[in-house]
């Protein structure tokens, strides 16, 4: 049987991308590239009959992503995932092979042992998840109630601000009617002055 369309896709990326490796050349596009293997890598993989060109194919992207000193994985490897599992699961193993050279009841308490720990760790998850809803509620209150103090101070300024320039626009008008008030009363001064000067001058003409 031929090779699928994504096989041949794939070895086409896969010599493009080792020959620019070999050139030597910055490209800006050549860490889109591997990013694209990868993606192709995971198709290739469960269509692909012969495990040995899938082992070809990743140990090839393992050498391009070596050679321009890419070290994140897009895809964990299943051989990763298991040697997580088993590092997990390791120590309830050695455990049990423990309690199996000891005996039954040694074995019981390995397991209760091991179920106390899940418990306190999951006890210890709970409590500390429900204190970080409270510490999340509580900065919300606080943070609602400066919003509202916000709220209010910005709207007893506006109302002092529309109360200042009402009280200074009487002002102004006040002070405008008292200039007037003053001027006509200078100007009543100023014509008895000179009315009164008149009639002396003409007091002293009939004298004199």
């Given at each position: 049987?031929?090779?699928?369309?994504?096989?041949?896709?794939?070895?086409?990326?896969?010599?493009?991308?080792?020959?620019?490796?070999?050139?030597?050349?910055?490209?800006?596009?050549?860490?889109?590239?591997?990013?694209?293997?990868?993606?192709?890598?995971?198709?290739?993989?469960?269509?692909?009959?012969?495990?040995?060109?899938?082992?070809?194919?990743?140990?090839?992207?393992?050498?391009?992503?070596?050679?321009?000193?890419?070290?994140?994985?897009?895809?964990?490897?299943?051989?990763?995932?298991?040697?997580?599992?088993?590092?997990?699961?390791?120590?309830?193993?050695?455990?049990?092979?423990?309690?199996?050279?000891?005996?039954?009841?040694?074995?019981?308490?390995?397991?209760?042992?091991?179920?106390?720990?899940?418990?306190?760790?999951?006890?210890?998850?709970?409590?500390?998840?429900?204190?970080?809803?409270?510490?999340?509620?509580?900065?919300?209150?606080?943070?609602?109630?400066?919003?509202?103090?916000?709220?209010?101070?910005?709207?007893?300024?506006?109302?002092?601000?529309?109360?200042?320039?009402?009280?200074?626009?009487?002002?102004?008008?006040?002070?405008?009617?008292?200039?007037?008030?003053?001027?006509?009363?200078?100007?009543?001064?100023?014509?008895?002055?000179?009315?009164n000067m008149v009639l002396f001058m003409k007091v002293m003409k009939k004298r004199y």
């Amino acid at each position: 049987m031929g090779l699928s369309r994504q096989e041949v896709n794939l070895r086409r990326l896969l010599a493009k991308c080792e020959l620019m490796c070999k050139s030597g050349k910055d490209d800006d596009r050549i860490e889109k590239y591997v990013e694209t293997l990868e993606d192709m890598f995971q198709e290739v993989k469960k269509l692909a009959e012969s495990s040995e060109s899938v082992k070809n194919y990743h140990r090839r992207i393992k050498e391009i992503k070596n050679l321009l000193g890419i070290s994140t994985e897009k895809y964990k490897d299943e051989q990763d995932l298991e040697s997580m599992r088993n590092e997990l699961l390791g120590l309830r193993h050695r455990n049990v092979d423990n309690a199996s050279l000891t005996g039954s009841g040694d074995f019981d308490k390995v397991i209760e042992y091991n179920e106390d720990r899940q418990r306190k760790i999951t006890e210890d998850m709970l409590s500390l998840t429900r204190t970080l809803k409270e510490q999340s509620e509580t900065a919300n209150k606080i943070i609602k109630k400066d919003t509202e103090v916000v709220s209010k101070s910005t709207e007893l300024t506006e109302k002092n601000y529309n109360k200042l320039t009402t009280e200074s626009s009487k002002l102004a008008e006040h002070s405008k009617r008292a200039w007037k008030c003053w001027m006509w009363i200078l100007l009543a001064v100023v014509i008895i002055i000179f009315i009164n000067m008149v009639l002396f001058m003409k007091v002293m003409k009939k004298r004199y």
